[in-house]
T-cell receptor, first 115, second 115 residues
């Protein structure tokens, strides 16, 4: 069965620090990759996605992620975080299994940014 | 346009009871997926409904069931509740243009506590 691993469960940074959240998945076939974010008191929402093409994708609020197929990774990055980036971040993979697909989420990374 | 609406927001039940949760998708979205979110397991996919048919199913026991109505609204039912069913249940809707590439829009969730 496919799985998604997010290595950092809790990350604490100061404003202006750089961020990288790791995401690895286990599946050898074609995948679509997503990062979702849940700000305090808000719904889960899409941050960015990768389907095909340029492996470096840009999302909202200055976030980007790089798909490295050989490493089965889709790490999220931001050069300079802000206090408003405090949230929980989820990596997700859609992979075809037989005739259907099962979306699989990582357990999430809680990011706290101190002003 | 209105987002995904889940009712009720909170529920308290006792072991052995059953519960029904409701989800109204974004207007025009025909796919509704359900997830269980717990601190230990993260988001786990329960099932997806599209055009009143279950299209995908996660690895949950048969106590968890769902249905979708002709207006795309969906209900999820859990019978014979167990303590371990305490969780946040999230509903997500999508256009389901291609399944794997769908972006999901999440509701606020229903928090179920089983005593």
């Amino acid at each position: 069965a496919q799985s998604v691993s997010q290595h950092n469960h809790h990350v604490i940074l100061s404003e202006a620090a750089s961020l990288e959240l790791g995401c690895n998945y286990s599946y050898g076939g074609t995948v679509n990759l997503f990062w979702y974010v849940q700000y305090p008191g808000q719904h889960l929402q899409l941050l960015l996605k990768y389907f095909s093409g340029d492996p470096l994708v840009k999302g909202i609020k200055g976030f980007e992620a790089e798909f490295i197929k050989s490493k089965f990774s889709f790490n999220l990055r931001k050069p300079s975080v802000q206090w408003s980036d405090t949230a929980e971040y989820f990596c997700a993979v859609n992979a075809r299994t037989g005739g259907s697909y099962i979306p699989t989420f990582g357990r999430g990374t809680s990011l706290i940014v101190h002003p | 346009k209105a987002g995904v609406t889940q009712t009720p927001r909170y529920l308290i039940k006792t072991r052995g009871q059953q519960v029904t949760l409701s989800c109204s998708p974004i207007s025009g979205h025909r796919s509704v997926s359900w997830y269980q979110q717990t601190p230990g397991q993260g988001l786990q996919f329960l099932f997806e409904y599209f055009s009143e048919t279950q299209r995908n199913k996660g690895n949950f026991p048969g106590r968890f069931s769902g249905r979708q109505f002709s207006n795309s609204r969906s209900e999820m039912n859990v019978s014979t509740l167990e303590l371990g069913d305490s969780a946040l249940y999230l509903c997500a809707s999508s256009l389901r243009t291609s399944g794997m590439s769908d972006i999901q829009y999440f509701g606020a969730g229903t928090r179920l506590s089983v005593l």
